[in-house]
């Protein structure tokens, strides 16, 4: 079949791949190509500034008049809600009349923008677009003096609503949720599958409870999602009741008054006729104080066993509360090990203990994603792949990683392709561990990380030797090599790698040329990238300067260690740690000339056809986060 052949449906698809420029000029490639790509660009539409919304809205105008032409193909509207917009939202309307998607933000921080835009004379008519399936509100700064009441027109119009998201920053609860209200969103929202509300429901009163029996069950709703903190056993009889098909439960909140409600006996929940039977993803925040009362809620989620895949934890303590991590994982994650593929746990404080996280690890044959963020913790790697079999990614925050004593070296090899450290620290033995095991990790980032290890008396250098290891990205940000028991960095870094076939990125210097190569017969040439990093005191989290040695500075650094011995043992008054030049220096591109006696660090890999090395704290984490949970 010839591409002019294939069906509108699939080139529409095929548009989507495709940038604004590409799909210009895809579109004069034959008739057959013209009509869905230029469709596929008035797909989307984004106003965020008074200008733009007036030139659209402007009968005179050019763009006016395209929008009169191809503004019914616009499906997705995103806008920042300038002052102005109440006085132009009916002509906007009128330009998009097919509309399926709007995220609106209304900035100002006072509740007039929102209030002209919804009760005004020339406020918006939701009937113009009923056409609307998914629709998220935010208030950034707006306090709504009426709370959820301010939303009616929305509701009461737009009956194909499937996704309705209504959040608002400020740290004021004024959107006020009853279970009544919710009852008054369902009738006239009957199509309903997700609902996020930011607020904290009022509580359910005793005397209610006989109401929630009698109440008819809402069967298509999938996702729900507002802070459940006051009469939480009262509010999940309602739930389980309620929403019989239920897939996300977000968030429950138990704090230390939850630990001092009482008669609940009659709310148990396998009581209840498919009660969360399609239940798979859960957020749970926790105070450490309230854990014994939590775990006799999950053991009544236990008993329905449900297939849970998915648990997210964010734990903070109190006063009464600092330990109970460790039966938390085992209690709860342990409940759904044969079930859970993805599992996020948050601490907002420093465990004062000596917590190894994989000692509270049962086997989890499905788990592909982890999300670590317990802050002062050890984890053993070993450990933790052999039971995580076939885990792809992890991500851990402010932890540290090692072997057991027990580690073995014929262990089989892993799956894991994607490894996120922030705020850690790794060994080189670790490292090279995770080389000769996971042989398809290839994507790896660590941001603000200690790498530890002995230095090599002839050669000075502390090696992580990840040659078996073939990187399609490489980040690392403010990362150090500490010598073992010495704590001093060394201010040199090296990345060995093969001869790359793609481009090189770094915030330093774009360059493909091959600087220090050396060959190697079995593996083909290698190339070493060294870098000169400046620290401005011993803190790991600090803002550091890095500059990449040039090809004549790279082969003066490799000939020094190439010929490095050293005839004593490495003792800490020997070694010279410059700090960060001064602006006024004459001789700042030398000073790294003065670090080699320190010896130097290295990451030896197979190959990296991108990497990101940089001293900075300002990380672009939209890009990171994208990248990353993006990867295959």
């Known amino acids: 079949m010839l591409v002019s052949n294939l069906p509108f449906e699939i080139i529409r698809k095929i548009a989507d791949f495709l940038d604004t420029s590409d799909k210009s000029q895809a579109s004069l490639c034959c008739k057959a190509w013209q009509i869905p790509l230029q469709e596929s660009m008035w797909t989307h539409m984004t106003i965020d500034d008074d200008q733009r919304?007036?030139?659209?809205?402007?009968?005179?105008?050019?763009?006016?008049?395209?929008?009169?032409?191809?503004?019914?193909?616009?499906?997705?509207?995103?806008?920042?809600?300038?002052?102005?917009?109440?006085?132009?939202?009916?002509?906007?309307?009128?330009?998009?009349?097919n509309l399926r998607q709007l995220r609106a933000e209304f900035r100002a921080k006072n509740d007039e923008v929102f209030q002209e835009v919804m009760y005004s004379e020339n406020a918006v008519d939701c009937s113009l677009w009923r056409s609307l399936t998914d629709v998220s509100i935010n208030l950034k700064y707006s306090y709504l003096q009426r709370g959820i009441e301010e939303f009616y027109p929305i509701i009461y119009s737009l009956h194909g609503l499937k996704s309705l998201s209504l959040d608002q920053d400020c740290f004021v609860n004024l959107l006020a949720l009853t279970f009544d209200k919710l009852e008054l969103i369902h009738s006239h929202l009957p199509k309903l599958e997700e609902l996020h509300i930011n607020t904290e429901p009022v509580a359910i009163s005793p005397e209610r409870l006989s109401d929630i029996s009698r109440l008819t069950p809402v069967t298509h709703l999938r996702v729900l999602d507002f802070r459940i903190k006051n009469s939480v056993h009262r509010w999940l009889y309602y739930l389980a009741?309620?929403?019989?098909?239920?897939?996300?439960?977000?968030?429950?909140?138990?704090?230390?008054?939850?630990?001092?409600?009482?008669?609940?006996?009659?709310?148990?929940?396998?009581?209840?006729?498919?009660?969360?039977?399609?239940?798979?993803?859960?957020?749970?925040?926790?105070?450490?104080?309230?854990?014994?009362?939590?775990?006799?809620?999950?053991?009544?989620?236990?008993?329905?066993?449900?297939?849970?895949?998915?648990?997210?934890?964010?734990?903070?303590?109190?006063?009464?509360?600092?330990?109970?991590?460790?039966?938390?994982?085992?209690?709860?994650?342990?409940?759904?090990?044969?079930?859970?593929?993805?599992?996020?746990?948050?601490t907002h404080f420093h465990c004062n203990m000596d917590l190894s996280l994989?000692?509270?690890?049962?086997?989890?044959?499905?788990?592909?994603?982890?999300?670590?963020?317990?802050?002062?913790?050890?984890?053993?790697?070993?450990?933790?792949?052999?039971?995580?079999?076939?885990?792809?990614?992890?991500?851990?925050?402010?932890?540290?990683?090692?072997?057991?004593?027990?580690?073995?070296?014929?262990?089989?090899?892993?799956?894991?392709?994607m490894f996120v450290l922030r705020q850690g620290q790794i060994d080189v033995g670790t490292l090279n561990y995770l080389s000769i095991r996971c042989r398809n990790l290839d994507h790896m980032a660590f941001l603000e990380v200690a790498i530890t290890g002995d230095i090599s008396q002839k050669t000075g250098n502390i090696c992580a030797n990840m040659s078996y290891t073939h990187f399609k990205v490489l980040w690392l940000l403010n990362v150090r090599f500490q010598i073992l028991n010495n704590d001093k960095n060394t201010n040199l870094i090296a990345l060995s790698r093969h001869k790359p076939n793609t481009s090189v990125q770094t915030n330093i210097k774009k360059n493909t040329d091959r600087l220090d190569c050396k060959r190697n017969d079995a593996k083909g040439p290698k190339e070493l990238l060294w870098f000169y990093i400046t620290y401005k005191d011993d803190e790991l989290y600090s803002k550091n300067n890095v500059q990449r040695l040039d090809k004549v500075e790279a082969r003066q650094a490799g000939k020094y260690f190439r010929n490095y011995q050293r005839k004593k043992g490495i003792d800490q008054k020997d070694l010279v740690f410059e700090p960060e030049p001064g602006s006024g220096s004459d001789n700042t591109k030398e000073m790294w000339k003065k670090s080699l006696p320190n010896g130097h660090g290295t990451i030896e890999c197979g190959s990296i056809a991108e990497y990101y090395l940089d001293g900075y704290l300002d990380i672009d984490y939209y890009r990171l986060y994208t990248l990353f949970n993006n990867s295959p």
């Not at 659209?56 to 019914?72: A, F, T, V």
Request: neutral net charge; charged residues 20%; proline residues 3%.
């Open 358 to 417: 994989t000692t509270s690890l049962e086997y989890y044959p499905c788990l592909v994603e982890i999300h670590i963020a317990i802050i002062g913790i050890t984890i053993e790697l070993d450990i933790l792949l052999d039971r995580c079999p076939v885990l792809e990614k992890l991500s851990v925050y402010d932890s540290t990683l090692l072997l057991s004593n027990d580690v073995c070296s014929s262990s089989k090899k892993h799956g894991l392709c």
């Open 53 to 97: 919304l007036g030139r659209i809205c402007d009968p005179g105008s050019l763009e006016n008049n395209l929008y009169k032409h191809y503004g019914h193909h616009v499906h997705t509207l995103h806008i920042d809600f300038p002052g102005s917009i109440y006085s132009k939202i009916l002509a906007l309307q009128k330009l998009l009349p």
């Open 241 to 346: 009741v309620k929403y019989p098909n239920l897939r996300a439960l977000k968030t429950l909140y138990f704090t230390s008054e939850f630990s001092k409600e009482h008669n609940y006996s009659n709310m148990n929940l396998t009581n209840i006729p498919f009660a969360f039977i399609k239940l798979q993803e859960i957020h749970v925040k926790i105070i450490l104080s309230a854990l014994r009362a939590y775990l006799d809620v999950w053991k009544q989620l236990r008993l329905l066993n449900r297939s849970v895949k998915r648990i997210h934890y964010e734990i903070d303590h109190d006063m009464d509360g600092q330990d109970g991590i460790s039966d938390l994982i085992k209690s709860c994650m342990g409940s759904f090990s044969s079930t859970l593929e993805s599992v996020t746990v948050i």
